[in-house]
């Protein structure tokens, strides 16, 4: 009964789903912006399997991006008899490092959005001065931080709050190192 | 897991759901600061925070179940899990500030004890939720830490850590029919409850001696006014609360987003 994916399906369903866009960025993809982990055959069944690592456990575009992927998939296997699995994976966790470079591009010129990762600071998108000052945590969205250009004196939206991939090594030792070590400069 | 013990599987279950109820309680009450917050950076970090928490109770539930929507709305009261310190409106900022700080102090450290669990779902749910915490709790220490340097801060918080901790320390307690001691055996938590309070009382201890103060703690196991919530008792402010979160799903029970 167990029947395999033919590797064309898999291989024409992943070409798909990596042109969805972003319902926040409609014009870069969910595989640029690192969402999309992997696409396969499930091991029982017919089946075709989508990993996508959500930005933020509370991401409210979750939904729209599952119903988007579906979508583009049913779409490449139209007239193959394979059923379509979209699943949202903890693990890995999804840090600004997982965006690609182009993807970091785009996103300063066309939308003025800086992105913060481990191996790069986060640079003005609008003047490209690189030392920004942090200051709130809390974007207009859950992956996105409010830093200051003391430069050009704009606000500047950072993909990526400013210790997200810290936290993706060692647990800390306790909720007073986690806390304790920087107080917000919110209302400096 | 060992799946060879199903009354260990039962447990964690009732644990992870009192857990999301904590989250989704907690969350649907952050989101009423949204445009009404002191400042407006603290508009959008609460509503952030609020989102982080629903996202997390969505994980949770995830755990339990397919149907999330079922689970998190479409129970009776009597079967929701919820520690009633999550159930507060806290309309006042500072209520909700020393809130805020006390539960995501608290969450740190459970999701901290939950991050290597021998239940790998749930392991994996704790250790990204965990990620998530850092900036929750900057956001809390740094407002307190801030505002108890002021005399007015300090008199207006300060009496809150009497009145919040004994409804607090239900966060670390379990439903009835989990047996603490199997959870530990089987590995789906790395320490003791009472393990975890002693942190979580002296981070919070910490945070606030710097304002010579000291909260007044409940023994261990005596809390048992406040456990109710984990029973399934729930607090005179569930009915609104849980009425708000499914007032459109009752207006259209096929709504979608």
Known sequence: MSRAVPAGVVAAVRRS??????????????AELGILEGVSSSDCGSTVRIELVPTMLGCPALDVIARDVTDAARRACAGADVSIEV??????????????????????????????????????????????????????????????????????EVVGRVDLPAA?????????AMGAAQASPALA | MTDSVPEVMEGAREMV???????????????????????????????????????????????????????????????????????????DWGETLVRHFLYDTAE?????????????????????ALAEERSHLRHASGLLSRLLRTEAGRSQLLPLFDQFTP???????????????????????????????????SAVDDAVASAGYQPQWPADGATTASASGRAGQRSAHFAALHAEMVEVLSLDPTARW
């Open chain 1, 168 to 176: 993706m090594g060692a647990a800390p030792a306790s909720p007073a």
């Open chain 2, 108 to 128: 740190t450290v459970r999701w901290a004890a939950l991050a290597d669990s021998s239940w790998e779902a749930l392991g994996a749910v704790a250790r990204r």
């Open chain 2, 167 to 201: 409804l607090a320390c239900e966060l670390f307690e379990l439903p009835p029919g989990c047996s603490h001691e199997a959870l530990l055996a089987d590995g789906v938590m790395d320490r003791s409850l009472s393990d975890q309070r002693a942190e979580w009382q």
């Open chain 1, 87 to 156: 699943t949202f994976v903890d693990d890995p966790v999804w840090t600004p490092d997982r965006i690609a470079p182009s993807a970091v591009g785009f996103l300063a010129r066309e939308y003025s959005v800086a992105v913060r990762s481990r191996s790069a600071a986060a640079s003005c998108p609008i003047c490209g001065n690189d030392a920004l000052e942090h200051r709130s945590d809390f974007g207009p969205t859950p992956c996105r931080s409010v830093e200051w250009c003391p430069s050009c004196r704009n606000p500047i």
């Open chain 2, 17 to 91: 759901l009192a857990l999301a109820d904590d989250e989704l309680c907690i969350g649907q009450n952050l989101a009423w600061w949204i445009a009404v917050g002191p400042f407006l950076e603290e508009d959008l970090a609460l509503t952030s925070i609020s989102q982080d928490e629903l996202g997390h109770a969505r994980a949770l539930y995830g755990l339990l179940g397919d149907d999330v929507d079922a689970l998190a709305y479409g129970r009776q009261a009597h079967e929701y899990r919820s520690a009633h310190l999550t159930e507060l409106p806290c309309r």
């Open chain 1, 17 to 30: 789903v990596s042109q969805v866009c972003d319902p926040e960025y409609p014009e870069v993809t969910i």
